[in-house]
């Protein structure tokens, strides 16, 4: 939902603007080091690209079980 005033493109995601993302990277570094942000980092990536696979495996199913239907195939 946007804010009074702004547009919708304006509005930051989950509430979170430029300055507080900075700052959260910025605590990042300083919790966990620079050795260790590139590794969390990859794995973050892998873990969002396993959550996307599977939203789009239902839709797969799907779409062939519908594929089946329409052939007379049980």
Excluded: C, Q, W, Y
Aim: charged share 30%; proline share 7%.
């Amino acid at each position: 939902m946007a804010e009074k005033g702004r547009p919708m493109a304006e509005v930051p995601m989950f509430g979170v603007g430029s300055t507080e993302l900075l700052v959260i990277l910025v605590i990042a570094f300083l919790v966990f080091g620079s050795n260790k942000l590139p590794e969390i980092g990859a794995s973050m990536g892998k873990a969002i690209r396993a959550f996307r696979s599977a939203g789009e495996e239902p839709e797969k199913v799907e779409d062939k079980a519908h594929s089946n239907d329409e052939k007379g195939e049980p």
